[in-house]
């Protein structure tokens, strides 16, 4: 317990909750009210020119996480990068994660989880909104690169997880289209394979179509109680995610009506180009599929 400090900057450490191969997340609090505060991590193993990357590769999701304003992204309250290390932090969500709630629900009715993953799709409009002109004054625009069942939280603010309000959290891979240095540090900092696209999964250039695939899979395991992509081995999904062969959609059949397979089956197109286009073509589709009637 003695590298956890005592306080960062006005912050008092009550414990630390998570901890990776960059950064450290802590449940801190300021005055009397209970915040996450996450930093580097004072542990990294690794030579100077890597550190000085995972540095720039921290400030830069304190400055992503630190522009987003919306009701279902998880709320920054404040950021430092002037204090040494630099730290960002958030509002404490204390519901757990889509994946917690899905290990113990095991699978949705496919209305309720349609409904239930909808702001997700509303609050990766607005990331994916998020530009800047790079130095060719091109506007890029923001991908997550990381949505999966752990990187979505509930608030906590109602006891059925149906009604509760859901966020997406941690934008610690997220980065412009143009920006490919960072992305290079290693496998283990490239995402989550289960949920991985091929492009993402070979390291090839990627768009905010990665983030559409990801859903889908998510809304797929969801439905359906497991994940198309997993096996047994690491190496097996490695397969799976990199594999052309499109996702086999059989387990969906007795579980949800033609029209949200049909939306899955769009989503997680293997390749990207037959894939939605944008979160907005794909919320259109998505809320057709939740006004169907139930007797169809």
């Known amino acids: 317990?003695?590298?956890?400090?005592?306080?960062?900057?006005?912050?008092?450490?009550?414990?630390?909750?998570?901890?990776?191969?960059?950064?450290?997340?802590?449940?801190?609090?300021?005055?009397?009210?209970?915040?996450?505060?996450?930093?580097?991590?004072?542990?990294?193993?690794?030579?100077?020119?890597?550190?000085?990357?995972?540095?720039?590769?921290?400030?830069?999701?304190?400055?992503?996480?630190?522009?987003?304003?919306?009701?279902?992204?998880?709320?920054?309250?404040?950021?430092?990068?002037?204090?040494?290390?630099?730290?960002?932090?958030?509002?404490?969500?204390?519901?757990?994660?889509?994946?917690?709630?899905?290990?113990?629900?095991?699978?949705?009715?496919?209305?309720?989880?349609?409904?239930?993953?909808?702001?997700?799709?509303?609050?990766?409009?607005?990331?994916?909104?998020?530009?800047?002109?790079?130095?060719?004054?091109?506007?890029?625009?923001?991908?997550?690169?990381?949505?999966?069942?752990?990187?979505?939280?509930?608030?906590?603010?109602?006891?059925?997880?149906l009604q509760d309000t859901i966020k997406i959290v941690d934008f610690g891979l997220a980065r412009w289209k143009s920006d490919t240095v960072l992305t290079r540090l290693g496998k283990d900092i490239k995402g989550a394979l289960p949920y991985m696209p091929p492009e993402q999964a070979l390291a090839k250039q990627v768009d905010r179509r990665v983030d559409i695939y990801a859903l889908g899979i998510i809304l797929f395991e969801a439905i359906a109680g497991h994940n198309p992509q997993l096996r047994n081995t690491p190496f097996g999904t490695e397969e799976a995610a990199t594999s052309m062969e499109p996702i086999d959609m059989a387990s969906l059949l007795d579980k949800a009506p033609p029209q949200v397979i049909e939306l899955i089956t769009k989503a997680v197109a293997k390749d990207k180009n037959k894939r939605y286009p944008d979160c907005q073509a794909l919320l259109a589709d998505w809320t057709q599929c939740i006004k169907i009637s139930t007797e169809e």
């Open 1 to 161: 317990m003695s590298d956890i400090p005592k306080k960062i900057d006005n912050y008092s450490i009550i414990e630390k909750i998570g901890e990776g191969g960059m950064g450290v997340v802590y449940l801190a609090k300021n005055n009397e009210q209970e915040v996450v505060l996450k930093t580097i991590n004072p542990n990294i193993n690794t030579n100077e020119k890597m550190a000085y990357r995972l540095r720039k590769h921290f400030e830069r999701e304190i400055r992503v996480a630190g522009r987003l304003k919306h009701p279902n992204v998880v709320t920054v309250y404040s950021v430092n990068l002037e204090h040494e290390p630099p730290y960002l932090v958030m509002e404490k969500l204390s519901g757990g994660t889509l994946g917690d709630f899905l290990f113990v629900k095991r699978k949705l009715f496919w209305k309720d989880a349609l409904k239930l993953l909808q702001p997700v799709v509303e609050a990766l409009i607005h990331v994916h909104e998020q530009t800047f002109k790079n130095m060719n004054d091109k506007i890029e625009g923001l991908i997550h690169r990381d949505i999966k069942p752990a990187n979505l939280m509930f608030a906590g603010d109602k006891e059925d997880k």
